[in-house]
């Protein structure tokens, strides 16, 4: 318990990478793609989200896995590179960073996507073998559910607890903040979900 709030990462450190993850991580992707291709602003459509979810509206299977990679990845080279210039916490720091940015781009009004992608994405970057689980239990979930956002609510809800009982106490307090963040930003799907008006996967409308 004592390691959880036992940080020795330096305050301009902390600092340089939230910045740093935060600036990678806000960097809206689903937009820059959508215009590309001639497809307009991603955000004037369906929910308004930057994300591979809504970029999938378009029709363009293609360019909504394209945006879910880089949204992922780009939470990944922020934790990864966090890590190996400053060490675990600096990367754990960037990689959360950079899933605030997404969520909360400077560039858009603070309005992004909802974070599942950058989710995976951090934790690919400080507890690799962790992204085998979250897709286990998301694709258990979708199995049983029909539901894509539950499967996210639950795989995330389920991560950091993990995180824990296999000692890793620092990422899971992390991951669960991010937990949190997500779950909060999900707020519409839950009250769907409860309502029993969520749109199961592979259905439209």
Avoid: C
């Avoid at 910045?19 to 990678?24: A, T």
């Avoid at 080279?77 to 990367?91: C, D, K, P």
């Avoid at 754990?92 to 603070?110: D, E, I, R, T």
């Avoid at 894509?148 to 993990?162: D, E």
């Amino acid at each position: 318990m004592s390691e959880l709030f036992n940080w020795q990462i330096t305050l301009p450190i902390a600092i340089a990478v939230l910045i740093f993850g935060y600036l990678l991580g806000s960097i809206p992707f689903g937009l820059i793609l959508t215009r590309a291709a001639g497809l307009g602003d991603i955000r004037s459509i369906g929910s308004g989200n930057i994300g591979a979810t809504n970029v999938l509206r378009t029709g363009n299977k293609k360019l909504a896995a394209a945006t879910l990679l880089l949204d992922a990845l780009k939470a990944t080279a922020a934790a990864v590179i966090g890590w190996y210039f400053f060490g675990e916490e600096a990367g754990l720091l960037a990689g959360s960073a950079a899933f605030l940015g997404h969520l909360f781009p400077v560039w858009l009004g603070f309005k992004g996507g909802k974070g599942v992608a950058t989710y995976i994405g951090t934790l690919l970057g400080v507890a690799p073998m962790m992204v085998l689980v979250f897709a286990a239990i998301w694709l258990a979930t979708a199995k049983l559910s029909k539901y894509s956002s539950l499967s996210a609510l639950v795989a995330t809800l389920v991560i950091p607890v993990v995180l824990w009982f296999i000692d890793e106490p620092k990422i899971a307090l992390i991951m669960a903040i991010m937990t949190v963040i997500s779950w909060w930003k999900h707020e519409t799907n839950i009250k769907r979900l409860i309502a029993g008006t969520e749109s199961k996967i592979g259905q439209k409308g």
